[in-house]
C-alpha cells in the first residue's frame, strides 16, 4: 500500500475601511493526514572509518557514523490540525507617512494517531522510548 497524504485548508479575511484606518481580520485552519502506508524497512545507516579509522571495523563494532531510524509503526494514518488569526491596522497619520501594526496567533498541533501510540529513538540506549 502506498502513501496518501493530504492537507485540507480553510481561510477567510475581511477587510474594513473606516476613515484613515483600514482594518483586516483574518483566520484560518488546516487539517493534516498522513498515512505512509507498510513501511519496506526499518532504516538506514552510514560507516565511514571516523570512529575506528577502518569503516568495516566501525561495522563489526556496531558503531556507525549516522543512522536513520523509520516508523516501526506501520499502516497508521496521523493527523493534526493547525489554527491561525490575525488583525492589522493600517493607520495614514499623513500623506506621506502610513502606521501599519497588528497581531497574530498561531496554535500548531501536535500529530497523533487514532490508537494514540507514540515512540521515539534514542540511539545512545539504541532502544525506543
Given at each position: ?14 477587510d474594513?475601511q ?28 552510514s ?54 501594526y ?28
Open positions: 500500500m502506498k502513501s496518501d497524504n493530504r492537507i485540507l485548508t480553510f481561510n477567510d479575511s475581511v474594513w473606516m476613515g484613515r484606518h483600514v482594518l483586516k481580520f483574518g483566520g484560518s485552519a488546516q487539517h493534516y493526514r498522513n498515512f505512509y502506508g507498510v513501511v519496506p524497512n526499518y532504516g538506514t545507516f560507516l565511514d572509518g571516523s570512529i575506528t579509522g577502518s569503516p568495516y571495523a566501525d561495522f563489526l563494532l556496531g558503531l556507525p557514523h549516522t543512522s536513520q531510524r523509520v516508523s516501526p509503526l506501520a499502516n497508521r494514518e496521523m493527523s493534526l490540525i493547525e489554527y491561525g488569526l490575525y488583525a492589522e491596522d493600517s493607520f495614514k497619520v499623513s500623506r506621506r507617512l502610513n502606521l501599519s497588528g497581531v497574530r496567533w498561531d496554535l500548531y498541533g501536535t500529530p497523533s494517531a487514532g490508537d494514540h501510540l507514540m515512540y521515539n529513538w534514542d540511539p545512545a540506549r539504541e532502544r525506543y522510548l
